[in-house]
């Protein structure tokens, strides 16, 4: 089993900045998917971005240029460095894993993110 922790999350003013980790732990061999999700009340969880066993990074269209994903594989955390936030980047925010792929297997409990002026 992987177990997948987040922290950072809080409350931010539009055109502020937050960076989210996530801890990993577990049997994290061939661990070869790594990305964070978001889910807002009342809308469909949307997967934002992914780093992949090759080290490629993927990012949503509605992150993209503002969202920084960092692996560091030796301490076995994932960051989500967010810039440029927008009131509509407020969700609750998962770190998520994927063994052999990146359809996502492991998830994390989440950390809030608001965005408010």
């Known amino acids: 089993q992987v177990q997948l922790v987040e922290s950072g999350g809080g409350s931010v003013q539009p055109g502020g900045s937050l960076r989210l980790s996530c801890g990993v732990t577990g049997d994290t061999y061939n661990l070869g998917c790594l990305g964070w999700s978001r889910q807002a009340p009342g809308k469909e969880r949307e997967r934002i971005g992914f780093?992949?066993?090759?080290?490629?990074?993927t990012y949503a269209d509605s992150v993209k240029g503002r969202f920084s994903i960092s692996r560091d594989k030796a301490k076995n955390t994932l960051t989500l460095q967010m810039n440029s936030l927008k009131p509509e980047d407020s969700a609750m925010y998962y770190c998520?894993?994927?063994?052999?792929?990146?359809?996502?297997?492991?998830w994390g409990q989440g950390t809030q993110v608001t965005v408010s002026s």
């Open positions: 780093i992949d066993r090759n080290g490629d990074i």
């Open positions: 998520a894993a994927g063994r052999f792929s990146c359809s996502f297997r492991y």
